[in-house]
């Protein structure tokens, strides 16, 4: 302006710690500690891993893909970003690729572009980023207001914009509105390399470089 699941590992190692421990404290302490960390670890598992897509009702289309970065006209203050700001627009870009798959490269950008089933739209949508640890202080959510209209299809778009958010991992972005989630679309976020041709759609020629 990471979500990893690292749960199995996590569960591994929790259980062998509680094996080994009934080994040295005996039946019964031992058999209470396995336990306790058999209910843990898959809370800590589930913690970790993204919830699944959906899209409500009150949506009437929905379409997910990548952008160039569009000319900003200034910036908007918002305090639930890393940055602190979002960028100000003129006219909404089009999707250069319909694809959830994103390159983790500077200037690029990957949103949704949604409508309304009402024709009056939807005001006071806070919209939910969420992502792998970022900055120093390892934040995962970010949040900023939004509109969707009910007349034509609104963009709401994440842009990589400085060299910490270039974070491969599972990224989403969640619409919603009094309480009640709008949409919640996955994308994947790549090195560079991984995906050339997107990586290059916006014309970073000497991206490898």
Not at 96 to 113: D, E, H, Q, S, Y
């Given at each position: 302006m990471g979500i990893n699941d690292r749960s199995l590992p996590i569960t591994e190692t929790l259980l062998d710690q509680c094996l080994a421990e009934r080994l040295n404290i005996g039946y019964i302490l031992a058999m209470k500690h396995v336990l306790a960390c058999l209910l843990i670890a898959p809370i800590a598992a589930f913690a970790q891993a993204p919830l699944p897509d959906l899209t409500a009702p009150a949506i009437a289309t929905l379409q997910a893909g990548v952008i160039c970065a569009p000319v900003s006209l200034g910036e908007r203050l918002a305090p639930g970003t890393v940055a602190g700001?979002?960028?100000?627009?003129?006219?909404?870009?089009?999707f250069v690729a319909a694809t959830r798959r994103v390159p983790a490269v500077l200037g690029i950008g990957f949103g949704i572009k949604?409508?309304?089933?009402?024709?009056?739209?939807?005001?006071?949508?806070?919209?939910?980023?969420?992502?792998?640890?970022?900055?120093?202080?390892?934040?995962?959510?970010q949040t900023f207001p939004s509109t969707i209209r009910g007349t034509d299809p609104s963009l709401t778009f994440y842009q990589f914009d400085f060299d910490y958010e270039l974070l491969p991992g599972i990224w989403q972005i969640e619409a919603s509105s009094n309480g009640e989630t709008l949409y919640r679309t996955t994308f994947e976020v790549l090195p560079a390399e991984q995906v050339p041709e997107l990586a290059e759609i916006c014309g970073y020629v000497d991206l490898f470089s």
């Amino acid at each position: 302006m990471g979500i990893n699941d690292r749960s199995l590992p996590i569960t591994e190692t929790l259980l062998d710690q509680c094996l080994a421990e009934r080994l040295n404290i005996g039946y019964i302490l031992a058999m209470k500690h396995v336990l306790a960390c058999l209910l843990i670890a898959p809370i800590a598992a589930f913690a970790q891993a993204p919830l699944p897509d959906l899209t409500a009702p009150a949506i009437a289309t929905l379409q997910a893909g990548v952008i160039c970065a569009p000319v900003s006209l200034g910036e908007r203050l918002a305090p639930g970003t890393v940055a602190g700001t979002t960028h100000v627009i003129n006219e909404e870009p089009p999707f250069v690729a319909a694809t959830r798959r994103v390159p983790a490269v500077l200037g690029i950008g990957f949103g949704i572009k949604s409508q309304a089933a009402d024709l009056d739209g939807i005001e006071g949508v806070k919209m939910t980023v969420t992502h792998p640890p970022m900055g120093a202080s390892g934040q995962t959510v970010q949040t900023f207001p939004s509109t969707i209209r009910g007349t034509d299809p609104s963009l709401t778009f994440y842009q990589f914009d400085f060299d910490y958010e270039l974070l491969p991992g599972i990224w989403q972005i969640e619409a919603s509105s009094n309480g009640e989630t709008l949409y919640r679309t996955t994308f994947e976020v790549l090195p560079a390399e991984q995906v050339p041709e997107l990586a290059e759609i916006c014309g970073y020629v000497d991206l490898f470089s």
